[in-house]
């Protein structure tokens, strides 16, 4: 029998480096014999990646933001990550809905009870339960720290220019959710170097049974 489809997300502040490691663990389950859908959030299809240049450089109210962010979702799920795990494939997600609940719920402080709407809304199918990843990673960083690692490094987005008192909103956000649903999440020290970083997660995904702990660095 073929293995069923995998729904891994990545979640973090901006900086944190969780783009970083999503190419590693693509080609240790690809060595597995498995096809891997790498893909992201605000992004992921053509209309959601025209609907992510708005978000990330457009100025908007939190719930325009919002609204635009799980349209682009839907879009995503339909046309590409719900497809991709009826194939069986591993789908690898930079972001998924926790950063909804992150940067425009605990950022932006928008109606958290008005995310959740939108949440069932959109990743909710008939009869279906509420699609969510099968594992969120969380790469938890300081804030001070992700601002030095992001200084420099481009020219900031919506997001990235933002103030350390935003995005220390967003990290209490993301542990309010990983306190929620703590079966589901993963947390990651990304605090430390980036060997130390990696061996945490192939601990996690060797933890699960999906990979073999050496093989997912």
């Known amino acids: 029998m073929s293995a069923p489809g995998l729904f891994i997300s990545f979640e973090g502040i901006d900086g944190a480096g969780k783009s970083s490691h999503i190419d590693g663990l693509a080609q240790a389950f690809m060595r597995q014999g498995r096809t891997v859908v790498m893909t992201r959030e605000p992004g992921g299809t053509e209309l959601a990646?025209?609907?992510r240049e708005l978000v990330l450089h457009q100025?908007?109210?939190?719930?325009?933001?919002?609204?635009?962010?799980?349209a682009g979702r839907r879009d995503h799920l339909q046309q590409v990550i719900e497809p991709a795990l009826s194939r069986g494939d591993v789908v690898l997600c930079d972001r998924f809905t926790d950063a909804s609940f992150a940067y425009q719920g605990a950022g932006r402080g928008f109606d958290l009870q008005v995310l959740s709407t939108l949440e069932q809304w959109v990743q909710?199918?008939?009869?279906?339960?509420?699609?969510?990843?099968d594992l969120t990673?969380?790469?938890?960083?300081?804030?001070?720290?992700a601002a030095a690692r992001l200084a420099g490094a481009r020219a900031p987005d919506r997001f990235e220019s933002q103030p350390e008192a935003f995005f220390s909103r967003v990290a209490a956000g993301?542990?309010?959710?990983?306190a929620?649903?703590?079966?589901?999440?993963?947390?990651i020290d990304a605090a430390v170097d980036r060997a130390d970083v990696a061996r945490q997660v192939a601990q996690v995904f060797a933890g699960r049974g999906w990979l073999a702990e050496e093989g997912a660095r």
């Open 49 to 51: 990646e025209k609907l």
């Open 59 to 70: 100025p908007m109210d939190p719930l325009t933001e919002a609204l635009l962010i799980f």
């Open 124 to 133: 909710k199918s008939g009869s279906a339960a509420l699609r969510q990843p």
């Open 137 to 145: 990673v969380w790469f938890d960083l300081p804030p001070a720290v």
């Open 174 to 178: 993301y542990a309010a959710r990983a």
């Open 180 to 187: 929620a649903s703590p079966q589901r999440f993963a947390r």
